[in-house]
């Protein structure tokens, strides 16, 4: 299984940014929990949002975490094996390294995307 994640970049404050996340390999997509991480500066990288797969009674609910609620959201399209994180108000310190993570009985990651936030 592998994740390609894309659509990082330099945006200023306030701006916004799509990330995507492409899944591959022998892997059931719909049916596992996709999410995203982020690691900024300094810190532990911390859980940004997840969404529910198919097979669960909250199929596409989105959890959210701290100051990203209200900001972020996460969406996923299974016929195109694909899990997306849009981005807004973004702030300088949402600059970091961006992963996106599988869940199917074993977690698979990304490489991680590149936000920086100018101020």
């Known amino acids: 299984v592998q994740l390609q994640a894309s659509g990082g970049g330099l945006v200023q404050a306030g701006g916004s940014l799509r990330l995507s996340c492409v899944a591959s390999?022998?892997?059931?997509?719909?049916?596992?929990?996709m999410g995203w991480y982020r690691q900024t500066p300094g810190k532990q990288r911390e859980l940004v949002a997840t969404?529910?797969?198919?097979?669960?009674?909250?199929?596409?609910?989105?959890n959210y975490v701290g100051s990203m609620k209200g900001r972020f959201t996460i969406s996923r399209d299974n016929a195109k094996n694909t899990a997306y994180l849009q981005m807004n108000g973004l702030q300088p310190d949402d600059t970091g390294v961006y992963y996106c993570?599988?869940?199917?009985?074993?977690?698979?990651w990304g490489q991680g995307t590149q936000v920086t936030v100018s101020s």
């Open positions: 390999g022998r892997i059931s997509f719909s049916r596992s929990h």
């Open positions: 993570i599988l869940r199917s009985g074993a977690d698979y």
């Open positions: 969404i529910s797969p198919l097979g669960t009674t909250n199929y596409g609910t989105t």
